[in-house]
């Protein structure tokens, strides 16, 4: 059943840095505002159950999967998704180590995994194996490309390390 216009609402929230306004449904998912009305195209609609990770995207730095979060529900919130990753500094260094590990086939399912790598990595730039394993459980890869993602996510944390060090003068 179409919205009225008494039942629209206007939602601010800041997406990729950006402070924006969003008005409608506030029932509608976030994953289509972003695609829909923002042009980011980055997070992908995949199954719309919260079972595939493909539209994954940080809210408030975590980690959610934007299918199944009402926009109505994310007034004032924080969201970033694949596209601003990197801060509007070029590549994120995950992006570049899934490059260098040539970890991506077909991508469909890669801007999530790299959504909840970089969560991961914001925590700890030393994830074990089973860390990184359990934050990228959520996603579904048909690819089989999980070993070179692993590695690109502990060549990413060792690459921040490495910058962390240079900036620190260690």
Do not use: K, W
Not at 52 to 75: K, Q, W, Y
Request: aromatic share 2%; net charge negative; charged share 20%.
């Amino acid at each position: 059943m179409p919205v009225s216009a008494d039942d629209a609402l206007e939602v601010a929230l800041i997406v990729n840095g950006t402070p924006v306004r969003v008005a409608g449904d506030p029932t509608r998912p976030l994953l289509a505002v972003l695609r829909e009305e923002l042009g980011l195209v980055g997070s992908r609609f995949g199954c719309g159950l919260e079972q595939c990770g493909a539209c994954m995207v940080l809210i408030d730095g975590t980690p959610e999967f934007s299918c199944s979060r009402e926009i109505g529900n994310l007034a004032g919130r924080t969201v970033t998704t694949i596209e601003g990753l990197g801060g509007g500094r070029g590549l994120h260094l995950l992006q570049q180590a899934l490059l260098d590990e040539q970890a991506g086939q077909c991508g469909y399912c890669l801007s999530g995994i790299m959504v909840s790598g970089a969560a991961l990595l914001a925590r700890t730039t030393r994830p074990s194996r089973q860390d990184i394993l359990a934050a990228l459980d959520r996603h579904l890869c048909r690819c089989g490309v999980h070993n070179r993602v692993v590695r690109a996510v502990q060549r990413a944390g060792a690459a921040m390390e490495s910058a962390a060090a240079e900036e620190t003068g260690a």
